[in-house]
């Protein structure tokens, strides 16, 4: 695991390396172990690296035997090992043990073709010097990030973070005014684009080639939503399924350091726990956040997991101080609808201080298997809009527990009836998921209002959504999961949150050939009736205390009250009519409405909304201001 940087321009560069070391440095908690450059007329690039795989010889830039091309990677290959034997035999000498090394081999003998026999998590760069060819690809699911931006005399920069790409003269940090409206319309923004203007992402599944010619983009790999179903018993399917997870297991734990787990007690990272205790010779170190209110506190079922495997369980409470709110946007570079990075900023603090670097975690189960209630909602959209009845009505009940009147439900129902003419959307599997943002227009400032409307419409599809029409609702919503939050929110958190301290994160759910195999699974093995991820439950059935399987999905994160209330102080000071105004998003009084609202009316929970503003007046205060 590292951070990579990049300077091209084909018509020549200054030997002056000022830039590229201010945007290495701007990348030095990806990789504290070691700093590395290659720079030449056309070139420069930087590297710093996180030791985990052969972590004596395997200092990058690495070059190729005649040192034509050289190769500066983040992200681990799981299946190096056996690509090393077949290059060997192919006459391919190695002068290191490493990944990086085997990547650099297997481009030079395969092509970009290479991409597809890697089975891992990346984002790599390689130069040949002789062909004037750079070479960037990014990985199937886009787990290891890459930015990429061009300035106007033609020199491309990239980089892991966007930070490094900031430390270039030639780039003046400026909002891309459309990623706010997403933000308030999706809960995050739209993938190419960043919030910052003329910055985006290296799309996953893509691979790069830039020479004097011109740039070329090409698609390497995306979920087959043709692909046939698979057939068998759910027995079977199931059987198949947890075969395929313990290969994502086995093979992400291979590292020449240490590996610990995330343990949140929920089924993803239980699952985890469970398989890589089964596979571990020895005792396996889980890491566990705990927080002082019940109601979303999951240490109860953290330790029932740990105890049940034996694992070396390191509790600590989730806390917030100003210095941590800073790094929460300043690392993950862009605002946020929820505070689910605060939990993951403090885990990779924790699992650091215990010196480990490496951690697996359950992200992308609920992404690809329906994990979230957004689903079941869909369903029961469907099923109410065949036709109103009390019974109908009645159901809504079972799908959201908290309901303890028959007003509430059918004020849900009422909701949920007909939305989709009343909120109109881009696809009928996005509706709803941030409804409290429906009224984002009065937020808005009138001047900000007016930058939104000169903006041509926003496509938040970089797929066509029409070549998913084939297949169930459901089946269409995880695939737009996978190519919206996923990307967006989930990949993004994680690497963000723990690269900050210097710890990779593995999300073993998202090994590329269990991605596979979850979409080639009939829709309801995954979301059966109200019961989600049901082919995870059911093939961990034998695996996971029984209670683990059974229990209710609880988010990782705390309260947006809680959190107000913690940073009361900096949050008056960025919501205050002066900040507010200053930045120009928000209308200034009908904020200070909002928190009047939430100040006095504890029944009327807008700390939701609240959060959202700070977080953007925050990433205004660390980025333009």
């Known amino acids: 695991m590292c951070g990579i940087a990049g300077i091209y321009q084909s018509s020549g560069l200054s030997p002056d390396l000022t830039v590229i070391k201010r945007m290495s440095r701007a990348l030095a908690h990806r990789g504290p172990d070691q700093e590395g450059y290659h720079c030449d007329e056309v070139v420069q690039l930087a590297v710093r690296r996180l030791r985990i795989i052969d972590v004596h010889t395997g200092d990058q830039p690495i070059y190729s035997p005649d040192r034509s091309s050289c190769i500066v990677f983040n992200g681990e290959i799981y299946n190096y090992r056996q690509l090393r034997q077949e290059l060997e035999q192919r006459g391919y000498s190695f002068s290191t043990q490493s990944d990086t090394e085997v990547v650099l081999a297997a481009y030079r003998t395969w092509g970009p073709a290479c991409l597809n026999r890697l089975n891992g998590m990346f984002a790599v760069c390689i ?18 990030p890459l930015f990429i931006t061009q300035l106007a005399d033609g020199t491309v920069l990239f980089a892991s973070e966007i930070k ?34 003329g910055i985006q992402q290296v ?27 698979l057939e068998g018993s759910p027995d079977e399917l199931a059987e198949l399924f947890r075969h395929q997870f ?22 993803d990272s239980s699952s985890v726990v469970g398989m890589y205790s089964r596979l571990s010779p020895g005792k396996v170190t889980t890491i566990t956040i705990t927080f002082d209110h019940a109601s979303y506190d999951e240490s109860a079922y953290s330790r029932k997991v740990s105890s049940f495997f034996g694992t070396q369980n390191i509790e600590f409470p989730c806390s917030l101080t100003p210095d941590v709110i800073h790094r929460l946007i300043y690392h993950l570079e862009n605002p946020l609808v929820s505070l689910l990075n605060l939990p993951l900023l403090l885990l990779a603090e924790k699992t650091r201080q215990q010196g480990i670097k490496v951690v697996l975690t359950g992200d992308g189960a ?42 509430a439900a059918e004020l849900h129902y009422i909701y949920l009836y007909d939305a989709g003419a009343r909120f109109p959307c881009a696809h009928p599997a996005l509706p709803y998921r941030f409804q409290e943002f429906q009224d984002k227009n009065r937020l808005y400032s009138a001047e900000f209002k007016e930058i939104l409307a000169d903006l041509p419409p926003d ?5 066509d959504p029409e070549a998913l029409a084939h297949r169930p609702l459901i089946d269409q919503a995880l695939y737009i999961e996978a190519k919206m939050r996923l990307l967006n929110l989930t990949l993004p958190l994680a690497d963000t ?9 593995r999300p073993l759910f998202l090994d590329h050939k269990l991605v596979e195999l979850a979409f080639r699974l009939p829709h309801h093995l995954k979301v059966q009736g109200l019961s989600e991820k049901h082919i995870l439950k059911k ?19 705390p309260p947006a009250r809680w959190f107000l209330e913690q940073a009361r102080d900096r949050v008056q000071e960025l919501l205050s009519p002066e900040r507010i105004r200053a930045a120009g998003y928000f209308d200034p009084v009908f904020v200070q409405e909002l928190y009047a609202v939430y100040r006095s009316s504890p029944l009327t929970d807008v700390s939701g909304v609240l959060v959202v503003v700070f977080f953007i007046q925050l990433w205004h205060d660390i980025f333009l201001a």
């Open 127 to 144: 130069w040949n010097s002789h062909s004037r060819e750079l070479f960037l690809a990014r990985d199937r699911l886009g787990i290891k």
């Open 164 to 197: 490094a790409l900031l430390q270039h003269p030639g780039i003046t940090a400026e909002l891309y005014p459309t990623a706010i409206d997403n933000l308030l319309t999706y809960g995050f923004n739209i993938a190419p684009y960043t919030f910052f203007k």
């Open 203 to 229: 799309l996953p599944g893509h691979w790069i080639t830039l020479t004097p010619a011109g740039g070329v983009m090409e698609q390497y790999w995306d979920i087959d939503m043709n692909a046939p179903l």
């Open 246 to 267: 313990e290969q994502s297991v086995r093979s992400g734990i291979v590292a020449d350091v240490p590996v610990a787990a995330y343990l949140s007690g929920g089924i």
């Open 366 to 407: 609920d992404e690809i298997l329906g994990g979230y209630d957004y689903f079941k909602l869909l369903k029961a959209m469907r099923f109410i809009e065949r036709g109103e009845s009390r019974f109908r009505k009645n159901i809504l009940r079972k799908i959201f527990p908290q309901l303890a009147t028959p007003d």
């Open 459 to 463: 496509n938040p599809f970089f797929f």
């Open 497 to 505: 949150m723990s690269m900050a301290h210097s710890v990779e994160v």
């Open 539 to 557: 093939s961990m059935a034998g695996l996971l205390p029984p209670d683990i399987c059974t229990r209710r999905k609880q988010p990782l994160t």
